[in-house]
């Protein structure tokens, strides 16, 4: 059991924007991975919009809205400060059924590159790989011209050991899951360039690698988000948006978690950070910070030809702030967009360049 403890506290350590002592919130956090190089490039603020084969991942509800098929493919070498072999993977399809609305389906895929396979005591006895992925299916439909809600269903696999067996407990370090989502998106009639989206991503029950008794929760998060409209002429559109994200997991002072539906009420909104120490480190004082993520960003598009975009990504608790930048072409019915995230030297963000392909049909 120790071994997979190691494996899950470096990997989850690599995959979350976090620092160590916050992902052990939840499991699987490969599951917040946000896709798409548009987003990207918007600070990861996507879910009022929704308007693309990416809504599978950000908000199903918009969906309701895509009366046409269209195929995304995203890559995205994950973490390149850190020079690892880590790679993730998305694709969607989405596909609209007159008088019953639109379908969709994603894929991600992340691998967690090489890991070193260590007995009891520490003696190195080979390496394997590690690799998350999951399939979604997901739907959208109107139950107001202007309103539209959405859901989704996801099985997740984690294999974190590579299916290398680990101590006297004989276990692989290998996990299924199974999460849905539900979500909805509103466009105001009195300003149509106004919409709202909400999506409850990941609620499931608690996975298991190798003992039931310390399973872990599913990443539940709570995404809210606006978008407007600024510009909308013939030839300029700019487009500002902003989200809010909340990891909706609650893990109390002796390691258990409440589960899914429980959390969804008891999740602390804030929580305090230490500011001062006393010489034997105790606290002395301490300050009250937002338990979210906060996003926001622009995009530009130039006659339906090109576009420029800019966002800013905000993580108090995690530590983490940076600029993106993003960048598309689209001809037809082929549209190309690159993301970009401009971090402090040496986050293991820094440089990270998402590409991706859309194809409508």
Do not use: C
């Amino acid at each position: 059991m120790k071994k997979i403890v190691l494996v899950m506290i470096g990997v989850l350590a690599l995959v979350s924007s976090r620092p160590v002592y916050a992902v052990s919130e939840a499991a699987v956090l490969s599951l917040m991975i946000s896709p798409g190089a548009r987003a990207a490039g918007m600070g990861e603020a996507f879910v009022a919009l929704a308007d693309d084969a990416t809504a599978t991942f950000w908000n199903p509800a918009g969906l309701a809205f895509q009366q046409r098929k269209e195929l995304h493919l995203m890559h995205v070498n994950w973490l390149p400060e850190f020079g690892s072999d880590m790679f993730y993977e998305f694709a969607s399809y989405v596909h609209y059924v007159e008088s019953l609305g639109t379908f969709g389906l994603n894929v991600t895929y992340l691998n967690l590159g090489e890991q070193v396979n260590t007995d009891e005591t520490g003696n190195e006895l080979g390496t394997f790989s590690s690799n998350e992925y999951s399939i979604a299916l997901t739907y959208g439909t109107k139950i107001m011209e202007n309103w539209g809600v959405g859901l989704g269903m996801r099985y997740i696999r984690s294999n974190l050991a590579g299916g290398v067996s680990v101590g006297a407990e004989q276990g692989e370090g290998v996990a299924n899951a199974f999460s849905f989502d539900l979500s909805t998106l509103y466009k105001f009639p009195f300003a149509p360039r106004l919409s709202v989206g909400a999506n409850l991503s990941n609620m499931g029950p608690k996975i298991t690698y190798i003992d039931a008794a310390q399973a872990d929760p599913l990443p539940t998060n709570l995404k809210l988000g606006l978008a407007y409209r600024i510009i909308d002429s013939e030839f300029n559109k700019l487009t500002v948006v902003g989200d809010m994200n909340k990891m909706m997991v609650n893990r109390k002072t002796d390691g258990t978690t409440d589960p899914v539906f429980t959390a969804l009420f008891t999740s602390p909104w804030t929580i305090e950070e230490p500011t001062e120490t006393d010489d034997d480190g105790n606290v002395i004082s301490t300050k009250s910070m937002f338990n979210g993520i906060l996003s926001g960003g622009l995009e530009y598009w130039y006659s339906d030809l090109f576009s420029l975009r800019a966002g800013y990504y905000w993580d108090e608790p995690g530590k983490v702030k940076y600029t993106s930048f993003g960048a598309g072409i689209q001809y037809h019915l082929y549209r190309f967009d690159f993301g970009y995230v401009a971090a402090d030297e040496g986050h293991p963000l820094s440089n990270t360049m998402r590409f991706s392909l859309t194809i409508g049909f």
